[in-house]
């Protein structure tokens, strides 16, 4: 018999994809809210219970039914530049979520808890990003990040809950929620030009990023939780060469067979450049070749075009209009 293990955000984009890793080894329980993502992306050998993380009685409930070997908590709302004007929504989801499944963990005896965490939580001006570096977020969403790391340091001080952290940064591919309006430029812009927009950028598209295909970090997420030397470390995981959002922007037109028109508007606060280095993960898991970018931004438009131009629904819980950027103060009204 397999041993069961918990997947959270197992309906979104990155949790589905290391859920399709994890079906070949153990019992999967998938557990999605579906508030990101759709339940068409859960592998149909997982079994999938729609609920939240923040419902503890129900993630108590799935503890005690399944007994899980290990833990996967990749539900999130990774709207990195959202999360200062949702802060109370931001530590619910991405704090307070997750520690009532470290809870759950430690008291039913979880043998390895596997979280994604995110290179947010390094802050402006460490570069490039490293393991080795103080962490200094400085948007809510990489504090909330932060804090979840050291509350797994803490329980496995005082209660020996192994655990293993993962940093990705700028994910894409598949399955992607396109029609998501404030996180993850590449669907963003693939979806805008299936609706014939023009590319939306803030500021003058020089800022830049590493773009990580989902298919080259999900295999060694999935590996994380049997790999007892990784136990208590963070690593770092994606892309090693930084774009910037003009390169991107050439990019996705070349993958979707056009120019596209670009709008440029006002610049976020922000971080400007961010880029990590991979050496430690390479040392202790074997990682996939990394999938060039144009590669991977012909793969996602192809399924894109499959999937067609979905409508975003604006967020309606801003807690904070002050300074929340002119754009997405139209989305909202």
Same mark, same amino acid.
């Given at each position: 018999?397999?041993?069961?293990?918990?997947?959270?955000g197992?309906?979104?984009?990155?949790?589905?994809?290391?859920?399709?890793?994890? +079906?070949?080894?153990?019992?999967? +329980?998938?557990?999605?809210?579906?508030?990101?993502?759709?339940?068409?992306?859960?592998?149909?050998?997982a079994?999938?219970?729609?609920?939240?993380?923040?419902?503890?009685?129900?993630?108590?409930?799935?503890?005690?039914?399944?007994?899980?070997?290990?833990?996967?908590?990749l539900?999130?709302?990774a709207?990195?530049?959202?999360?200062?004007?949702?802060?109370?929504f931001?530590?619910?989801?991405?704090?307070?979520?997750?520690?009532?499944l470290?809870?759950?963990?430690?008291?039913?005896? +979880?043998? /390895?808890f596997?979280?994604?965490?995110?290179?947010?939580?390094?802050g402006?001006?460490?570069?490039p990003?490293?393991?080795?570096?103080?962490?200094?977020?400085?948007?809510?969403y990489?504090?909330?990040?932060?804090?979840v790391?050291?509350?797994?340091?803490?329980?496995?001080?005082?209660?020996g809950?192994?655990y293993?952290i993962?940093?990705?940064?700028?994910?894409?591919?598949?399955r992607?929620?396109?029609?998501?309006?404030?996180?993850?430029?590449?669907?963003?812009?693939?979806?805008?030009i299936?609706?014939?927009? &023009?590319?939306?950028?803030?500021?003058?598209?020089?800022?830049?990023?590493?773009?990580?295909?989902?298919?080259d970090?999900?295999?060694?997420?999935?590996?994380?939780?049997?790999?007892?030397?990784? /136990?208590?470390?963070?690593?770092?995981?994606?892309?090693?060469?930084?774009?910037? +959002?003009?390169?991107?922007?050439?990019?996705?037109?070349?993958?979707?067979?056009?120019? &596209?028109?670009?709008?440029?508007?006002?610049?976020?606060k922000?971080?400007?450049?961010?880029?990590s280095?991979?050496?430690?993960?390479?040392?202790?898991?074997? /990682?996939?070749?990394?999938?060039?970018?144009?590669?991977?931004?012909n793969?996602?438009?192809?399924?894109?075009?499959?999937?067609?131009?979905?409508?975003?629904?604006?967020?309606?819980?801003?807690?904070?209009?002050?300074?929340? &950027?002119?754009?997405?103060?139209?989305?909202?009204?």
């Amino acid at each position: 018999m397999k041993a069961k293990v918990l997947v959270t955000g197992g309906a979104g984009f990155l949790g589905s994809h290391v859920v399709d890793d994890l +079906v070949e080894q153990f019992d999967v +329980v998938v557990l999605d809210d579906l508030s990101g993502g759709f339940a068409d992306n859960v592998n149909r050998r997982a079994q999938f219970v729609e609920g939240s993380i923040l419902d503890h009685a129900l993630v108590d409930r799935l503890f005690a039914e399944h007994k899980f070997k290990h833990v996967f908590h990749l539900a999130a709302y990774a709207a990195e530049g959202l999360s200062h004007f949702i802060k109370r929504f931001n530590y619910q989801n991405n704090l307070i979520g997750s520690i009532n499944l470290i809870n759950a963990s430690v008291n039913h005896g +979880v043998k /390895c808890f596997v979280f994604t965490s995110s290179i947010a939580v390094y802050g402006a001006g460490q570069l490039p990003m490293s393991e080795d570096m103080i962490p200094q977020p400085e948007d809510s969403y990489g504090i909330a990040k932060f804090a979840v790391e050291q509350e797994l340091k803490a329980s496995h001080h005082l209660f020996g809950l192994d655990y293993v952290i993962f940093r990705p940064h700028n994910v894409y591919g598949e399955r992607q929620n396109l029609g998501d309006p404030y996180r993850n430029v590449i669907g963003i812009f693939m979806n805008q030009i299936m609706q014939d927009k &023009p590319l939306t950028v803030f500021g003058d598209g020089e800022q830049t990023r590493a773009f990580t295909h989902v298919r080259d970090i999900s295999p060694v997420i999935a590996a994380a939780a049997e790999n007892a030397n990784a /136990c208590g470390h963070a690593f770092n995981v994606g892309a090693d060469r930084a774009y910037s +959002v003009n390169q991107l922007v050439a990019g996705v037109g070349q993958a979707m067979n056009l120019k &596209p028109k670009v709008t440029h508007l006002e610049a976020r606060k922000e971080v400007v450049h961010a880029y990590s280095t991979h050496d430690k993960v390479r040392k202790f898991f074997k /990682c996939p070749s990394e999938t060039s970018l144009q590669d991977g931004l012909n793969r996602m438009a192809v399924w894109a075009r499959n999937a067609g131009a979905r409508q975003g629904t604006p967020f309606t819980g801003i807690e904070i209009e002050r300074g929340l &950027p002119p754009s997405w103060k139209r989305l909202i009204g």
